[in-house]
């Protein structure tokens, strides 16, 4: 036999194994990805309704703080007393209104086990003409939260940093700190000489 016969016949072996091999191989399994859903955060505040143009938390004792923009949208303490509001304490407490988010919703609770029947602070919240009451109850178990009522009147808790950052406000009402003028030197008269006990006085002459 020729020698390229031979290699013509090892080729066509070669390729009838390489065929059977591709044809009779397992194919692989399906790989199933299943994508879990990306949870969605949910706020005790709608976005929507906009920016906070005024804050009222009162406490179940009777402390009352609020604060409120004027006519020129600066911040202006109406509870305990009516005076300038810090700026930037007024600000931060917005800013915490619509960042106060829900960690969990409780269903089918009874509203006086978690101290809302009687709440224990009042949050009032004004975005312009809408008006959203939030009623927050006792801290949970684990400290890390606060069962709340939402404007929906769902049972939910809420982050208790979030909450603890507002409650502040009725210890430390945001007043405007004014600065405290420095004392202006006065001018000490000089004492008016006297005429000593005693001194001649001088005479008039008499017409």
Do not use: C, H
């Amino acid at each position: 036999m020729r020698r390229s016969t031979t290699i013509y016949l090892i080729l066509l072996a070669i390729l009838a194994g390489v065929y059977y091999y591709l044809n009779n191989r397992e194919e692989p399994a399906d790989i199933i990805v299943t994508l879990e859903p990306e949870e969605v955060a949910s706020y005790l505040f709608d976005a929507a309704d906009g920016v906070p143009t005024g804050i009222r938390i009162e406490s179940k004792a009777g402390e009352i703080v609020e604060v409120a923009r004027g006519a020129d949208n600066a911040w202006e303490l109406k509870l305990p007393l009516e005076a300038s509001a810090d700026p930037a304490a007024s600000e931060a407490a917005a800013s915490q209104i619509t960042t106060m988010r829900i960690v969990d919703t409780i269903p089918d609770i009874d509203l006086d086990t978690v101290g809302l029947k009687t709440p224990e602070y009042t949050l009032t919240v004004r975005f312009g003409d809408v008006k959203r009451i939030v009623s927050i109850g006792v801290i949970t178990p684990t400290t890390t939260g606060y069962y709340a009522l939402s404007p929906d009147g769902d049972v939910v808790i809420v982050s208790s940093g979030a909450v603890d950052a507002l409650l502040n406000l009725l210890t430390f009402p945001p007043y405007l700190e004014t600065p405290t003028p420095s004392p202006t030197a006065t001018e000490t008269p000089l004492p008016s000489s006297t005429p000593e006990a005693g001194a001649a006085t001088p005479a008039t002459a008499t017409p």
